[in-house]
């Protein structure tokens, strides 16, 4: 079975559009989108303004964009986690879609045996959405954060309520003890999760200046348990920087296709990556990187 997975494509058409072509290319049975769907920013600039425009992409091209997908490729199914921007991801679900799943929190079993799971939350960032963020562990340090944050009112709600970063988050479940509320694979070795944090301390979360911005309860879950793949987005120049999209943790293959950020190749080629689930390892490709290095090498199908 045919995956194509990417992440953060933050509402960008083209992007979509890319995706769109590269499912018909792939012959992808299954699409995955790993979070950061919809637009970050409205055009007005308003923080206030964000959940209605997200509902707007939502309505005017992100629904209709997928039913054509389904309609007009082999893509079966549409797996979607949202990320730290998707204030609006509620809404997507407001009605149930055939072929589109919403995988947050979730778990869903395909036809082949293997295990999709979803899990969207990052640790805290810079950024003043905060509905999907969570207190790493109670050892983490936190970057600055920005005053006021935001998250929802509710889900039914166009409105954010303003918060304090630091007393919101500590109200909230740690990343370490929602990971432990997960749903549980059959067989781990079987299982695929989709996080939109990287774990922390490896090739997928590097950013500006060497740091690493991912999780720590993300890869002790992963060094725990040892699924057979784990899915990442979040850090969009990590691949650029650690000159790789893969990483290896215990027998646990970790990806990051990254997004955007691929010096010289501009911002309109899609970065994702295109597996055959039985035997990931061996089939798994991506649309501008080899495995080894930066060079280009196209996506083999």
């Given at each position: 079975?045919?995956?194509?997975?990417?992440?953060?494509?933050h509402?960008?058409?083209?992007?979509?559009?890319e995706?769109?072509?590269?499912?018909?290319?792939?012959?992808?049975?299954?699409?995955?989108?790993?979070?950061?769907?919809?637009p970050?920013?409205?055009?007005?600039?308003r923080?206030?303004?964000?959940?209605?425009?997200?509902?707007?992409?939502?309505?005017?091209?992100?629904?209709?964009?997928?039913?054509?997908?389904?309609?007009?490729?082999?893509?079966?199914?549409?797996?979607?986690?949202?990320?730290?921007?998707?204030?609006?991801?509620?809404?997507?679900?407001?009605?149930?879609?055939?072929?589109?799943?919403?995988?947050n929190?979730?778990?869903?079993?395909?036809?082949?045996?293997?295990?999709l799971?979803g899990?969207?939350?990052?640790?805290?960032?810079?950024?003043?959405?905060?509905?999907?963020?969570?207190v790493?562990?109670?050892?983490?340090?936190?970057?600055?954060?920005?005053?006021?944050?935001?998250?929802?009112?509710?889900?039914r709600?166009?409105?954010?309520?303003?918060?304090?970063?630091?007393?919101?988050?500590?109200?909230?479940?740690?990343?370490?003890?929602?990971?432990?509320?997960?749903?549980?694979?059959?067989?781990h070795?079987?299982?695929?999760?989709?996080?939109h944090s990287?774990?922390?301390?490896?090739?997928?979360?590097?950013?500006?200046?060497?740091?690493?911005?991912?999780?720590?309860?993300?890869?002790?879950?992963?060094?725990?348990?040892?699924?057979?793949?784990?899915?990442?987005?979040?850090?969009?120049?990590?691949?650029?920087?650690?000159?790789?999209?893969?990483?290896?943790?215990?027998?646990?293959?970790?990806?990051?296709?990254?997004?955007?950020?691929?010096?010289?190749?501009?911002?309109?080629?899609?970065?994702?990556?295109?597996?055959?689930?039985?035997?990931a390892?061996?089939?798994?490709?991506?649309?501008?990187?080899?495995?080894?290095?930066?060079?280009?090498?196209?996506?083999?199908?």
């Amino acid at each position: 079975m045919k995956v194509l997975y990417t992440s953060d494509l933050h509402g960008g058409t083209h992007l979509y559009q890319e995706l769109l072509e590269l499912s018909i290319a792939s012959r992808a049975e299954i699409i995955a989108l790993g979070g950061d769907l919809f637009p970050s920013f409205p055009p007005s600039k308003r923080y206030e303004d964000m959940i209605s425009n997200q509902w707007m992409f939502i309505d005017e091209f992100l629904l209709p964009f997928f039913k054509k997908i389904l309609v007009a490729t082999p893509v079966t199914q549409i797996f979607l986690i949202p990320g730290n921007w998707d204030v609006g991801y509620p809404y997507f679900f407001r009605d149930a879609w055939e072929g589109i799943i919403d995988l947050n929190q979730k778990k869903y079993r395909l036809k082949n045996g293997y295990e999709l799971i979803g899990y969207p939350f990052i640790p805290p960032s810079p950024f003043r959405p905060k509905d999907y963020e969570r207190v790493d562990n109670p050892e983490a340090s936190w970057p600055p954060q920005k005053h006021p944050s935001y998250v929802r009112v509710s889900e039914r709600s166009d409105r954010l309520l303003s918060v304090d970063p630091h007393v919101y988050l500590r109200k909230q479940a740690t990343i370490r003890e929602e990971l432990n509320q997960l749903p549980k694979p059959i067989d781990h070795r079987k299982a695929i999760f989709m996080m939109h944090s990287p774990p922390f301390g490896t090739k997928l979360d590097l950013i500006e200046g060497g740091r690493w911005a991912g999780s720590r309860s993300i890869k002790s879950f992963i060094e725990a348990n040892q699924p057979l793949l784990t899915l990442h987005g979040h850090i969009h120049e990590s691949p650029e920087i650690s000159g790789t999209y893969i990483d290896r943790i215990g027998e646990t293959l970790s990806v990051n296709p990254g997004q955007f950020a691929l010096s010289g190749r501009g911002s309109t080629e899609l970065q994702a990556v295109i597996f055959e689930i039985e035997n990931a390892e061996e089939t798994l490709r991506h649309t501008c990187l080899p495995i080894g290095g930066n060079s280009a090498v196209g996506v083999q199908s």
